[in-house]
């Protein structure tokens, strides 16, 4: 079974930073894309960040580009979000994704179970 744990999410102000992992079971990464997105209660999940499995390209949502990088470390199953300059409107539960790199929800086929990011202002 394929698992993805999130972690790293938690309260910051406005101008923060925070850096989320997502773990990984077994062999469930590093032949594949991850992505992460984001969900706010009443909103679709919107697509933040997405690498490729062997990070040649990665891919950003307009509304985070150079603020907020993703990475990974294959050899950890490990990958992450670094949030920088973080803003109010960032405030989601951030989930971790398993798929083909797009940003479309239907492309990933295993998802972690969420981090909370509370953004202050």
């Known amino acids: 079974q394929v698992q993805l744990v999130e972690s790293g999410g938690g309260l910051v102000q406005a101008g923060d930073s925070l850096r989320l992992s997502c773990a990984g079971s077994g062999r469930t990464f590093s032949p594949y894309g991850m992505g992460w997105f984001r969900q706010t209660p009443g909103k679709e999940r919107e697509f933040v960040a997405a690498i490729t499995s062997r990070s040649s390209y990665t891919y950003y949502a307009d509304s985070v580009k150079g603020r907020f990088t993703i990475s990974r470390d294959n050899a950890k199953n490990t990958v992450y979000l670094q949030m920088n300059s973080l803003k109010p409107e960032d405030t989601a539960v951030y989930y971790c994704?398993?798929?083909?790199?797009?940003?479309?929800?239907?492309?990933?086929?295993?998802w972690g179970q969420g981090t909370q990011v509370t953004v202050s202002s």
């Open positions: 994704a398993r798929g083909a790199v797009s940003g479309r929800v239907a492309d990933y086929d295993y």
